[in-house]
């Protein structure tokens, strides 16, 4: 019943979604209401609330726009059910502003299958990659995927290759001329934000480690189905969705090395997974097993959501 809902995209699914999106960012920030009595705060609530959303909203545009799923509503879903796994993401305004410029750099990454406006693509990507490692800097660590990218679509121009140096070079401008002018060392600032542990010993409930042992069970069940069926997609896209598969891991080895660890900093595995998520969802199989598959998801984000609150 539930996949028969989301199998089309339609005006009601996305304010179905928005609705459930609005519940759980409310429930979660009404355990303390503090935030209220400043305008400032509500601001930047409400900041953050539109933030998400558009990270949902464009996870959904970079799969329908480059082919990667059929004309359904499930990464949408997929999304939201990710997200959930990890409440307190709806008060880490660092991480999902890093995130929603991570999605930029994706989009424009994913659309080089097009072979159209290259070069301007590649020093985009490259761009919001720098700004978001700003609010997170192992997020640099997806300047890897502009390379991969380049490889995939468009290795032979050899100007391709240098863009990403020019789009730091002029980020470290603005860095340096905004250092000067509001006073702080940019120096110190990259210094402090380099440092790697690979530790994991942040828990500090229980609940918390099981939300990471099965966000990180079903993470591995549909990657496995995305390698595993990646072959068989047309071959005009392989590509596409080997830079999907590539986003997710670079995710995940942002989260490893990261310090100050939490796991909210998987947030910058949700959107490929979400993708691979709805690639298997929507392969061809008893509804049966859809329905199980998707069910079990949903009462494992459920669980995570609100016994972490």
């Not at 089309?8 to 960012?25: A, D, E, G």
């Not at 209220?36 to 909203?57: M, P, T, Y």
């Not at 990218?149 to 603005?174: E, Q």
């Not at 997609?233 to 660890?261: C, E, H, M, R, W």
Request: proline share 2%; aromatic share 16%.
């Amino acid at each position: 019943m539930i996949t028969s809902v989301f199998k089309k995209s339609t005006l009601l699914n996305f304010i179905l979604v928005l609705i459930l999106i609005l519940v759980f960012f409310f429930v979660y920030h009404f355990q303390d209401s503090t935030w209220l009595d400043s305008v400032a705060s509500i601001l930047e609530k409400a900041g953050l609330l539109v933030l998400i959303i558009g990270s949902v909203f464009m996870t959904n545009f970079i799969s329908k726009k480059n082919g990667l799923s059929k004309d359904s509503s499930f990464t949408i879903l997929f999304y939201l059910l990710f997200l959930i796994f990890f409440p307190s993401l709806f008060n880490d305004y660092n991480l999902i502003v890093a995130n929603f410029f991570v999605l930029l750099a994706l989009r424009r990454l994913i659309s080089l299958h097009s072979l159209k406006a290259s070069k301007e693509k590649i020093f985009d990507a490259s761009l919001w990659i720098l700004v978001a490692s700003l609010f997170q800097f192992w997020c640099i660590l997806y300047l890897a995927l502009v390379f991969i990218s380049i490889i995939f679509h468009v290795a032979r121009d050899y100007r391709n290759w240098v863009l990403p140096f020019i789009a730091l070079f002029t980020v470290g401008i603005i860095g340096v001329i905004a250092s000067i002018l509001f006073d702080f060392s940019i120096i110190e600032t990259v210094d402090k934000g380099r440092v790697v542990t690979t530790e994991i010993n942040y828990f500090t409930n229980n609940y918390q480690n099981a939300a990471l042992s099965i966000y990180a069970t079903i993470a591995l069940f549909f990657v496995v189905s995305m390698i595993a069926t990646v072959s068989s997609k047309p071959v005009v896209i392989q590509d596409t969705y080997k830079t999907i598969i590539a986003s997710f891991f670079i995710g995940a080895l942002v989260f490893i090395v990261s310090p100050n660890k939490s796991n909210d900093l998987l947030v910058f595995t949700i959107a490929p997974l979400s993708i691979m998520a709805t690639n298997h969802i929507e392969l061809p199989q008893l509804k049966l097993k859809q329905e199980l598959v998707l069910g079990v998801f949903i009462l494992c984000s459920l669980f995570a959501f609100f016994s972490q609150l």
